[in-house]
């Protein structure tokens, strides 16, 4: 067996490990980020919980940090009070970035992980299933224990050979993303296996993991070795060490194989996570801006590796360098080893530890401008600018760009990098708060709204087309998310009035006419983030099913979750659709309860196609209801 599977094996609560079926696991630790954790929180108080139901949750503050007005505070305040009042630990804003902290203090080998957050899998390189849901799906898992999902199947990558000195982790899962592109992890464990693993540190493994969540994959993982011993024991935490690794004879269902001594550095173009090529293609390219941070590359060695380039240099006139690193404790250590002020003196601006310029919390760009940034994500608009160009990089080609003023991989010859020490971890527990009162008053600020509650199913349903986009569409493309809209986390009728407004402006106003409609999308529809607003938007202004060639995974669930229709269609019916016809589904209840072909009819034309749907037991009953919550108050938590 391999290790994905003996991780879910030691955890199945429902089903078996068939690829494609339905599964429930037991879960031993969630985490939540305060922009899904509003909703994911006031779910949970909907489900008239006690005490948090897994062995650790924890409730970070990480990505609503720019307290331009009381809304941010209201969201962390009103967390807070929940955290307390379901025996939830807070960590506390500028405590640093929820999956570094969670691979800091609370990973351990063997066992399960859900996260309202897609870059959960980070901690897949402690040996642990580590998968991202939508808040929903996570205030479950902390209310039963248990989280359902397809049965995913493994794709192992074997690493062999060596990476040459100045080539980093995230130039490996970048030249993965390359062959692989941003669907070809779609409902698949990555699991990594062979030679190559040994030189590479945890938080290497942490950020290969990280961007897992960009190959679409369920999640990646690691065993554990003297590697993962030596980061425990840097963190305290050697007891927590066991051996997670793959039986001898193990089997996968896909092989893929990256000899690391041919990987070079690489960059990911403007505007997807995949359109990869070398840096020595673009040498030279003009930049503005450089970004180093973000929960792929802000780890202490990444930290230290930036501080070293840039030491005795100048960050390039034209330039302008931000750098967060990835935790409060990595802050303070590069504070007392002197790393800070060489990252200061050089000309860097240091921001608290958080997501920040990630999900476009400040630091957007000037126009046209051209930012590198070590982050995981590059879709068009998220920096808070929509036509400058993000490019994906690696700490050390982003500090030596900065300093050249240009795109650049080339190092000074005979240019080392110092091997960073497994000096201890100084902990700061000043910034978890672990407290436990189940009568604990839940604050509620003026900005917190309801959430959005779906309708039960009906036998037929007809509608315009609303929106009608192309391939990938992110769910940056459908919530979008910046400093003006992130305090909006809590407010679903104020969000909805941006919703695809960077792809259509007229979007809501249409939606609002047309009293919903469907939505037509091509393949991998609703990539990218966890945010089940993405979802909750269009469940909020009555979009009843959307029509795509393909799902990305967690907004298939979120849709889901919303009792929206997530409706498969082959590729040639895609112009079968419109602007301006009507069309109706007919005979709806008895499809999704037998999970039959849906016809849908033009009604203008009389024209009618085949949509396709498959649902497991739990999400008929979902759809049924109209959403997950209304399902769980009627048929109670454990349906
Ligand atoms: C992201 O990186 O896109 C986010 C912001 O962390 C999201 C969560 C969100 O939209 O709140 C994610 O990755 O799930
Ligand atoms: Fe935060 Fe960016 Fe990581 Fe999302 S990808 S959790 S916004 S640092």
Known sequence: MNLAYKILKAHLKEGELVPGTSIA?????????????????????????GHVAVKKAVAYIDHNMLQTGFENMDDHEFIRSVAKKHGITFSKPGNGVCHQLQLENFSKPGETLVGSDSHTPTCGAMGMIAIGAGGLDVAVAMATGKYY????????????????????????????LQKLSVKGGVNKIVEYTGEGIKDLTLTDRATI???????????????????????????????????MVPDVDATYDEYLEIDLS???????????????????ELEGMHINQVVIGSCTN???????????????????????????PGSSSILAML???????????????????????????????????????????????????????????????????????????EFDDGFTLDPVPYTPFVKNPNFFISDYDPDNTVYMGPNIKPVPRGEKLTDTITGRVTLKVGDNIST?????????????????????????????????DRAVAYGGGFIVGGDNYGQGSSREHAALVPNYLKIKAIFAIS?????????????????????SDYDFFNDQDSYRLDDLLDAVANNKDITVTNENTNESITAHLSLSEREKVMIQYGGLLNAIKELGGDF
């Open 551 to 571: 799902f990305a995974r967690i907004h298939r669930s979120n849709l889901i979750n919303n009792g929206i229709l997530p409706l498969v269609i082959d590729q």
């Open 209 to 243: 993991c990280n961007m897992g969540a960009e190959l679409g994959a369920t999640t990646s993982v690691f065993p554990t070795d003297e590697q993962t011993l030596a980061y425990l024991k840097q963190q305290g935490r050697e007891a927590d060490y066991k051996e």
């Open 298 to 324: 802000s780890s202490l060695p990444d930290m230290l590796h930036a501080a070293q380039i840039l030491k005795g240099h100048k960050v390039a006139e034209h330039v302008s360098l931000v750098i967060a």
């Open 25 to 49: 696991i037991e879960i031993d630790q969630t985490l939540t980020q305060d922009s899904t954790g509003t909703m994911a929180y006031l779910q949970l108080e909907a489900m008239d919980v």
């Open 149 to 176: 999902l397809s049965c995913p199947s493994v794709l192992q990558v074997n690493l062999v050979g060596k990476r040459n000195p100045l080539v980093s982790a995230k130039d490996v899962i970048l030249a993965i």
């Open 335 to 409: 504070a007392s080893c002197g790393a800070l002020a060489d990252m200061v003196h050089a000309g860097a601006r240091i921001l608290e530890c958080g997501c920040g310029p990630c999900i476009g919390m400040g630091q957007a760009p000037l126009s046209k401008g051209i930012s590198l940034r070590t982050i995981n994500r590059n879709f068009k608009g998220r920096s808070g600018t929509n036509d400058a160009g993000v490019y994906l990089v690696s700490p050390e080609v982003a500090a030596l760009s900065a300093i050249k003023g240009y795109m650049s991989c």
């Open 476 to 508: 940056d493309h459908i919530v979008p998310s910046d400093s003006k809209l992130l305090p909006f986390r809590s407010n679903v009728p104020h969000l909805a009035k941006f919703s695809f407004s960077k792809v259509d402006p007229e979007f809501y």
């Open 262 to 280: 041919t990987v070079v550095p690489m960059t990911a173009k403007p505007h997807s996570p995949d359109a990869v090529v070398p840096v020595s």
